[in-house]
């Protein structure tokens, strides 16, 4: 069983194995740094549902979910949940990719902290014995998100330089009792955090906060420090985020520099792909996790991570009342050991 420690981190005695995982993106994704370890990378954005840009992402995440089971020799029957959220109201992509499969959902939204927070629960489940097999996922669409969050994409509106890429991309990661690395050893729920941000084209300016927070909390909590980790992974703070994330830090004369990486500054090649400050959407963090970083756990290429996905909990409407961008950080120590 698990040890809560409070302000939010659970350590697990038995450390859960991520025991297979799969990743689908759409074409521009392919065609960044990455594309090497994704399962599976779409000619086009629409993924065959040319009427719908919702059906599109339902398509993606149903193509990461069929990877994670492939590569584990598994079955449907095998999960005994699944937890998955996307960007959109109600989470209808992860509602609608889930209905074709036959297992128990429990529906999230984390905004772009998904990934983190559906891993984390993922793991409570079979840390406590609950369920022998779960399965976490989350996606994004470049268009659908666009659409609800901003502006039609065929508006054609100028993009302010700290605005960042919604990814078109998703992940699955299948959480089963200690069998192989990766091994999940802890996990910290956040803390809500508002910076007071309240430009929507400024999503690493309004998270950075709660990274901050979420990080600090999880080494005081376990009594680590930034050198424990071969790498603190956050979720999508870009460019603007992260350089914030790195100053608070410098703040509290703790250097993560060295340490840090961000997956949205890993996504694409930011100097020759249009996308300002980087990459973000749910699908972000989950595509970078489930190609790149779990593959290099595996194979004894990073030893311990901790990947903080962020996420802002915005609403076009509450926006449009002149409210700020409240942010939520969730952190999963992810270890070869």
């Not at 993106?25 to 779409?42: H, Q, R, S």
């Amino acid at each position: 069983m698990g040890k809560y420690y409070g302000k939010g981190t659970i350590n697990f005695d038995n450390a859960p194995s991520i025991l297979s995982y799969g990743s689908a993106v759409g074409p521009k994704e392919g065609e960044g740094p990455l594309a090497d370890y994704f399962d599976y990378i779409g000619e086009k954005s629409e993924f065959g549902e040319e009427n719908s840009w919702e059906k599109a992402e339902v398509a993606l995440q149903k193509n990461a979910l069929r990877a994670a089971l492939k590569k584990g020799g598994l079955a449907q029957s095998d999960i005994s949940f699944i937890f998955a959220g996307d960007l959109l109201n109600q989470c209808v992509c992860s509602a609608y990719g889930i209905r074709d499969f036959d297992m128990p959902f429990i529906g999230l939204f984390g905004a772009c902290s998904t990934m983190a927070e559906s891993l984390a629960l993922a793991s409570v489940f079979v840390e406590s014995g609950v369920a022998q097999m779960t399965a976490a996922m989350t996606s994004s669409h470049f268009c659908t998100a666009e659409r609800q969050f901003r502006l039609p994409v065929n508006y054609g509106g100028q993009r302010t330089p700290t605005s960042q890429w919604t990814a078109t991309a998703a992940g699955c990661a299948i959480v089963a009792p200690r069998k192989a690395p990766p091994y999940i050893k802890a996990v910290t729920f956040g803390k809500v955090i508002d910076m007071g941000v309240k430009d929507v084209n400024n999503m690493g300016g309004a998270m950075a906060g709660a990274a901050y927070e979420t990080i600090n909390n999880h080494l005081a909590n376990t009594k680590q420090s930034v050198n424990d980790f071969d790498m603190i992974l956050t979720g999508d703070l870009g460019s603007v985020g992260s350089g914030l994330l790195i100053d608070m830090f410098l703040r509290d004369n703790i250097e993560i520099a060295a340490t840090h990486a961000d997956c949205g500054m890993m996504l694409y090649k930011t100097k020759k792909q249009d996308v300002h400050a980087g990459a973000s959407g749910c699908g972000c963090s989950a595509s970078v996790l489930c190609g790149l970083i779990l593959k290099r756990i595996t194979e004894g290429k990073l030893k311990n991570v901790l990947f903080v996905a962020t996420g802002a909990l915005m609403s076009p409407t509450m926006i449009q009342q002149g409210e700020s961008i409240p942010s939520v950080a969730h952190a999963v120590h992810i270890s070869k050991e």
